[in-house]
C-alpha cells in the first residue's frame, strides 16, 4: 500500500546561514557577550531546522503548507484539494527594460523562477504548489506530483508554449478514481 502523505520540501535556505550564526556566536563568546553568543547559537540551530513544505495526503485529498521546525508543523491546516487536471511547471520572471540610447530597449531577464501549480479545470487561477528557482528541481517534483495523483505534468516555458513532460497514469490514481460500487443485491421479500 502506497504512503499517503507526500511532502515536498520547498526550501531549506537555513543551512547556508548557519555557518554564519555560530561564526558570530563564537566571536561574541571570545568577547564576553554570553547572551549573544547563546542568541545566536539558538539561532542557528533554528535555522538548520526549519524547512518550507507543502504536504498532501492522497487518502483523504487534502493539502497544507507551511513551516516545519524538527517536524513540528507551523503553517495552514489541512485543507481540501480541489479537482485538478494536471500539474504545470510555469516558468516567470520579471523583466528589466533597460535604454541604452541605441536601441528601442534592452530586455533581460531578473529573478527567474519556475512555479508549480495544479490547474483547476473551469478556473483561470491554479494552486500553486511553490516556486522554485531550479527547472530541473522543478520538474522532478512536478513529476512526483504527478505521478502521486495520476495527473499529466506539463512545462510552459519563457515563451508560453507548453510541452508534455510526463503522461497521466491513471492506475496509479488511488486518490482520483472515482469509487467502484457493486449494485445491492436484490432484496427478497
Known sequence: ?????ITIVLERRGRKHCFGALLMAAVFAYGGLWVMAVALALFAIFLVGYSTQWQLNTRTRQYRHGGNLFGLHMGSDWLRLPDVQRVVIRYFSDFAVTDSGYSDGDESSKDRRYILLLSVPESAQGLVVGQLRNQQQAVQLGCQLGRALGL???ECDRYGELAVVQEADPA????YNPPHFEPAPPIET
Open 1 to 5: 500500500m502506497p504512503i499517503p502523505l
Open 152 to 154: 499529466p505534468v506539463l
Open 172 to 175: 496509479d490514481n488511488r486518490a
